[in-house]
């Protein structure tokens, strides 16, 4: 595992090879599992975010992990993502004065697939700290889908190892997917964890 913290443009933490083999595995067979079912939902069922007209700013499909699950214990999604709150205690954190000493006491998983044509326009989250991580099939058969704050001109391009955690209310999008009709219906699209944290009272 690598973490760098970030203070410029705005704090933030990147971090590559959380997971190792084995629990990406898991959780990348826990969303095949779940997409294959068909339970993800349309783009206005997931709580998304809405411009000043009321329109959806999105095109995915999405399920909340936890929604699916009473036990957590039986999901490796869930169960494997705790490694997240590890890192509040890590020594770099402390470069930071917005993550250093964050209290987290609340969360909740979005799993979000993005096929061709789907994208998600500028938004922010309503929750404190957003942590996005991404997972696909290998070798990646789509296009675009980076991460873009959009305030800023800084982009992540999407790959299996990278995990970023930012300020909710930071604005972000992600660029519209490309995907050839072959590779469609076949999840070999963009995967996206997002992890929700906040502080309960």
């Known amino acids: 595992m690598h973490i760098k913290v970030y203070t410029e443009p705005f704090h933030y933490i990147e971090v590559t090879n959380l997971w190792d083999k084995v629990e990406k595995k898991e959780m990348l067979d826990e969303m095949f599992h779940l997409e294959k079912k068909g339970i993800f939902k349309n783009p206005g069922d997931t709580g998304t975010a809405v411009n000043e007209d009321g329109i959806v700013l999105k095109k995915n499909k999405a399920i909340f992990v936890d929604d699916v699950w009473q036990d957590r214990s039986f999901s490796n999604i869930l169960k494997h993502n705790r490694k997240i709150f590890d890192l509040f205690n890590n020594e770099s954190v402390k470069e930071s004065w917005f993550f250093d000493g964050l209290c987290i006491n609340l969360d909740h ?3 979000s697939y993005y096929e061709d044509s789907d994208y998600y326009k500028p938004h922010r989250d309503q929750s404190r700290v957003t942590v996005l991580s991404w997972f696909f ?13 959009t305030d800023y001109n800084l982009t992540f391009e999407v790959t299996n190892d990278l995990v970023i955690l930012f300020p909710s209310n930071i604005k972000h999008e992600v660029s519209k997917i490309s995907i050839s009709p072959k590779h469609r219906g076949i999840q070999k699209g963009r995967f996206c964890m997002a992890q929700f944290l906040n502080t309960k009272n």
Do not use: D, I, R
């Not at 099939?137 to 704050?149: N, V």
């Open 109 to 111: 998983t979005l799993m």
């Open 137 to 149: 099939k290998e070798p990646q058969e789509f296009k675009g889908g980076s991460l873009t704050f």
